[in-house]
């Protein structure tokens, strides 16, 4: 999540969506942007039904966010755990983290198991980006994040922004469809329905 009283944003950061990215290049170009601390509503990837409950006053800004092929971002967060896993005490940082990777090492069981675990591996992202009487005002994609994230730019009346090559979400880097048997993308499929269907989302 970030904010700009001052250009009226409320960046709802979806996770592995590029909100790293896009609050990165952001917070660059905005003086003012700030978060909300994890109590009172807050925290980095508090929904936006969260967010406004704790803090109605952000109700007319400008609510942003970013979302990503469902069965590609289960595959991009499940490798990202991984990859933690491979460095010494990293994973002990995060309980979420040290779940998965001890209860379900498998990609099969993260996708069949976890978010029985874990609400947020179950929860499509339009629950993150929109509540009965409120919905994000700009929503772009990871697949399109550069010219996207120039877009909400425009949209502030922001200079182009270039963000360091460092600083931007690799992805997986394997074609993520590899990683599923029919059953599994079935289950996503099912699973995150509204997603594929608001935002027009295929295997």
Do not use: C
């Not at 990215?21 to 936006?48: E, F, N, V």
């Not at 399109?144 to 009346?157: C, M, N, P, S």
């Not at 600083?167 to 995150?192: E, I, K």
């Amino acid at each position: 999540m970030l904010i700009s009283d001052a250009h009226r944003l409320l960046l709802v950061h979806v996770q592995k969506t590029g909100g790293s990215t896009a609050s990165y290049a952001l917070a660059r170009a905005l003086p003012d942007a700030r978060t909300i601390p994890g109590h009172g509503g807050g925290g980095k990837h508090a929904p936006l039904g969260r967010i406004l409950r704790h803090h109605p006053e952000l109700d007319p800004y400008l609510v942003a966010g970013f979302v990503r092929n469902p069965w590609a971002r289960l595959v991009s967060w499940f490798r990202m755990i991984e990859r933690r896993a491979t460095v010494p005490g990293r994973l002990e940082r995060n309980a979420f983290w040290v779940g998965v990777s001890e209860r379900y090492p498998t990609f099969e069981a993260f996708v069949e198991e976890a978010h029985t675990e874990f609400d947020r591996l179950g929860r499509p992202q339009v629950g993150y980006l929109s509540t009965p009487a409120r919905e994000a005002d700009f929503v772009g994609r990871t697949e399109t994040l550069d010219v996207d994230l120039r877009a909400l730019f425009d949209l502030l009346g922001l200079p182009p922004h270039e963000v360091p090559p460092g600083q931007r979400n690799a992805g997986p880097a394997t074609d993520y469809r590899r990683y599923y048997t029919p059953r599994t993308r079935d289950l996503v499929g099912a699973r995150f329905a509204a997603d594929v269907e608001r935002f027009d989302y295929s295997f």
